[in-house]
């Protein structure tokens, strides 16, 4: 799966990020992510297809910066929310641009005659509109919980994979939903 990989650096920083200091684990989340974007390159994916192993890439080397120049930074402590809202500032941002994010990953596994069909669009537009939201909502969700519980790693943790299982669900099962919708139209048509 793609957005597996996509999310890769996320999904192992939050893991590390838990056993090492700070600055050690945004180092690990920026050599964890440039290989994953390096790997990336060296297949010769396209980089629509790579906008969120190369937002990762630029996240992860701006947070190893603050960790070095300013180990006490308050930063430090708001990571986890910090890096859910970066996410949902990179989708919203591809939504803006009118380049969902989604729409490059789906061309990699999509017949390249789908991929002008306003209906393949709008499923991306869509897609990436539920990951934006589930971002946003995960950090909004994390800001809150960490202000008034810190030490409830338990949640973090439930809420930071219920905020990536509804999306990769949704992700899964909408474009399945949208083809037999346009399937039955044109059936209807027929």
Request: with cysteine; net charge positive.
């Amino acid at each position: 799966m793609n957005y597996l990989r996509s999310f890769a650096p996320w999904i192992l920083y939050a893991v590390v990020a838990t056993q090492f200091d700070w600055r050690t684990s945004a180092l690990i989340g920026f050599g964890l992510s440039c290989a994953v974007a390096g790997w990336g390159l060296l297949r010769r994916t396209p980089l629509d297809a790579m906008v969120i192993e190369l937002s990762a890439a630029l996240f992860f080397a701006a947070l190893s910066v603050v960790a070095f120049a300013a180990p006490d930074s308050p930063v430090r402590d708001e990571v986890v929310t910090l890096s859910s809202a970066w996410l949902g500032l990179t989708a919203w941002g591809s939504l803006v641009l009118g380049r969902p994010f989604t729409l490059g990953i789906a061309r990699q596994m999509t017949d390249c005659s789908l991929w002008d069909n306003p209906v393949f669009r709008r499923t991306n537009v869509v897609i990436t509109a539920v990951w934006a939201t589930a971002f946003t909502l995960e950090a909004l969700a994390l800001g809150f919980l960490l202000a008034f519980a810190p030490h409830a790693t338990a949640a973090v943790v439930t809420l930071k994979i219920a905020s990536f299982a509804v999306p990769v669900l949704f992700t899964v099962r909408y474009p399945r939903i949208v083809r037999a919708r346009y399937a039955s139209r044109l059936g209807g048509a027929a």
